[in-house]
């Protein structure tokens, strides 16, 4: 295989409205990247880097519609109902794509049709959501602005604003976007995260940060946007919100020990990333049989059975 290398022109800096797509499609590694790295620099080359990848169908799920949605309405609700648009209650079942490609459909599908291409033309460019939908991502919004913190951090600042920088260890090109840039005075900031979470109970998110490496997104973030933006990050909160009613809604912080293990972490990634493109080699797990032990938490006391 040839030399895998970064583009010769790349951003540095901050991008603020840059493209969602832009910045996924575009240089440098995230901490999705560092993820894969983390379960095999093989897994990272068949994500970004492998030219015979099968292509990729719409991964656009329910879940990740409703991160979407919540994202919107509590980050920038001016915006939601200028991308997203509102099924109505007495809409025709949307037909299949057999009912659209028919030779010859029946009167009920010939009437869905033509109502959901006057529909969809009336609203092209928006998001189709339901009414449910919507009312979940508002009440979601409200939940979080309760937090009093949380109220005055929204009421002042920027969502999502890339930052691109180089590592000062490797020299590779890194990248992030937080949710929320809070302008807390001059040369200073605190980035802002939000997770939707079936249970928002700080002790349980806890275990989620653990689970998700987050404390990994904390760490990148926090260093990466102070090199990229020339700030101080005073803080990264994570503003988790329940995906079930009440949704509730709580912010929380890590401690200075769990940014450290964060940037360990991340700090291994990158030194791997980089060794990998040095060496135009991205290997995956171990060729050979291991041996393995259940967990911890799966180890019971066999003398008292």
């Known amino acids: 295989m040839n030399a895998i290398a970064e583009p010769v022109a790349e951003p540095i800096g901050i991008i603020e409205n840059q493209n969602i797509d832009a910045y996924h499609q575009g240089p440098g590694i995230s901490k999705t990247g560092l993820d894969l790295i983390e379960r095999s620099p ?15 169908e719409n991964d656009e799920t329910t879940a990740r519609l409703v991160g979407h949605l919540a994202h919107c309405a509590i980050l920038e609700p001016a915006e939601f109902d200028r991308r997203y648009a509102v099924l109505p209650p007495d809409a025709p079942r949307r037909p299949t794509s057999a009912q659209w490609n028919a030779k010859n459909p029946s009167a009920d599908s010939m009437m869905a049709m033509a109502w959901w291409r006057e ?3 009336a609203n092209e460019g928006r998001t189709v959501v339901t009414q449910e939908q919507r009312v979940t991502a508002l009440l979601q919004a409200k939940s979080v602005r309760k937090i009093s913190d949380m109220r005055d951090a929204l009421a002042k600042g920027r969502p999502e604003v890339s930052a691109y920088w180089r590592d000062p260890v490797t020299g590779v090109l890194c990248r992030c976007r937080p949710d929320w840039v809070h302008d807390a005075g001059p040369g200073r900031a605190i980035l802002v995260d939000v ?30 946007y102070a090199l990229a933006a020339g700030v101080d990050v005073l803080a990264f909160v994570f503003l988790a919100v329940e995906t079930e009613y009440p949704y509730a809604a709580s912010a929380v912080m890590l401690d200075d020990a769990a940014l450290e293990q964060g940037r360990a972490e991340y700090r291994r990634n990158l030194d791997t990333y980089a060794a990998c493109l040095k060496s135009c080699a991205w290997p995956g797990y171990p060729t050979g049989i291991q041996p393995v032990s259940l967990p911890a938490w799966a180890l019971t006391d066999i003398e008292n059975y």
């Open 42 to 56: 093989a897994h990272y080359h068949a994500e970004y880097l492998d030219p015979n990848r099968p292509p990729r």
């Open 195 to 224: 997770k939707t979470y079936s249970n928002a109970a700080p002790a349980e998110f806890a275990r989620q940060i653990a689970r998700m490496r987050y404390h990994v997104q904390a760490a990148y973030y926090t260093d990466g």
């Open 119 to 121: 529909w969809l033309a």
